[in-house]
């Protein structure tokens, strides 16, 4: 639930930086024993991709949103199966809230005593237990889509402020930790997800798309994010750069 993954200018300098971070760790049992290899790149027409402007209940930028719509469009002409499809039947909201809840379980754990009150047993369990749901769901729905496409953010960067500071999308205010949200979704399943440039907003700030699969397949979800990069393109330096 607290994976922190590399970044890169391309698709095989992250393949390249996945194969020395993951795999089997002597000193840490919680790693899968998975392994970690080259998969062959698809060919596009070969792909069923879905994809998301936002999930129900989260604001999304217009510009987003038209971005995800624009790349579902090029994807499905260069020969791609795409379609708009329907979501896992989720409480979106409430997965944040039970994100929230197990991590500050684990983090409460080991806090100080006279730090708030623990969490009990049957209270955890529960909570891993919703967590299990939201996997199973997930994972019914990529037996039908080999990726999904949805935002990485509900706006592009936006200038420094507090945490508590109210964020503008379209007009309204919003929540400032909601920015993550599309992420955080995943985080808490534990399903792979890579970031892809693809345009850029009106201000000339970048738009990145999330692409989203199988868990335990990073690898497949890398060669799948190779696989359209013709479509999305490379790394482009931001004018004035």
């Not at 889509?145 to 999308?169: G, Q, Y």
């Amino acid at each position: 639930m607290a994976c922190i993954g590399p970044m890169a200018r391309r698709v095989e300098d992250l393949a390249l930086l996945f194969g020395v971070i993951a795999g089997p760790d002597a000193r840490d049992t919680e790693v899968q024993p998975v392994p970690v290899g080259d998969v062959p790149i698809p060919p596009l027409n070969q792909l069923r991709i879905a994809f998301a402007q936002t999930f129900p209940g989260f604001p999304v930028a217009v510009d987003v949103r038209d971005t995800i719509n624009e790349l579902a469009q090029q994807l499905d002409r260069s020969g791609a199966k795409v379609a708009k499809t329907t979501l896992p039947e989720l409480d979106f909201h409430q997965e944040l809230a039970g994100a929230g809840q197990l991590i500050g379980m684990m983090i409460g754990a080991f806090q100080q005593e006279g730090r708030g009150q623990p969490a009990t047993l049957p209270h955890y369990l529960e909570a891993l237990h919703r967590r299990d749901q939201s996997i199973i769901a997930w994972e019914q729905f990529f037996q039908a889509w080999d990726a999904l496409i949805c935002p990485a953010s509900m706006i592009t960067a936006f200038p420094h402020c507090e945490p508590s500071t109210p964020l503008r999308v379209d007009g309204q205010d919003v929540n400032y930790w909601m920015v993550s949200a599309h992420g955080t979704i995943f985080n808490y399943t534990g399903h792979p997800a890579v970031v892809v440039p693809f345009k850029v907003d009106r201000d000339g700030l970048p738009i990145g798309v999330q692409l989203v699969g199988k868990r335990w397949n990073e690898s497949g979800l890398l060669a799948i994010a190779k696989a359209l990069s013709p479509v999305t393109g490379e790394f482009r330096r931001p004018p004035g750069y």
